[in-house]
């Protein structure tokens, strides 16, 4: 499960090393959520009319080849459970934000490694954590 930033490197090719990674995955491997999903559509309704038709043509282009994983119940429940304890302090930091929360309990509750670089959602107990910048297995 691609998180969302990482989602936009690979879209903008702001970091080359990542499309090298991606190609050597195999294909049914990739996946996004649909919050990610949300979030990069925000992303191009927040530029200038001018730039919006070009990028939502890259977007959906992207979307065409990354399954679009939906959110259901499972993933609502670890969210919740996720919330409660950021917000009592306990992992993760009440630093990482909503939408990595959800991220995070998407990526639990379909059993998926989530490819993130931020080594602060490593305190969600459970979840696979996976850089780009480590080899391919």
Do not use: N
Request: aromatic share 6%; proline share 4%; charged share 20%.
């Amino acid at each position: 499960l691609l998180h969302t930033t990482v989602a936009r490197d690979l879209i903008s090719g702001r970091e080359p090393g990542l499309r090298a990674w991606v190609l050597k995955l195999e294909h049914p491997r990739l996946g996004l959520s649909v919050i990610s999903q949300a979030l990069l559509l925000e992303s191009v309704a927040r530029l200038p009319l001018s730039q919006q038709a070009g990028m939502m043509g890259l977007l959906q282009e992207f979307f065409r080849w990354m399954a679009i994983l939906p959110w259901d119940g499972a993933a609502a429940s670890h969210y919740a459970r996720l919330r409660v304890e950021s917000r009592l302090g306990q992992a993760p930091s009440s630093q990482t934000t909503d939408s990595e929360l959800m991220l995070a309990a998407h990526a639990l509750a379909l059993d998926l490694p989530l490819v993130c670089a931020d080594t602060r959602l490593d305190a969600i107990a459970g979840l696979q954590r996976v850089s780009w910048q480590q080899e391919v297995t």
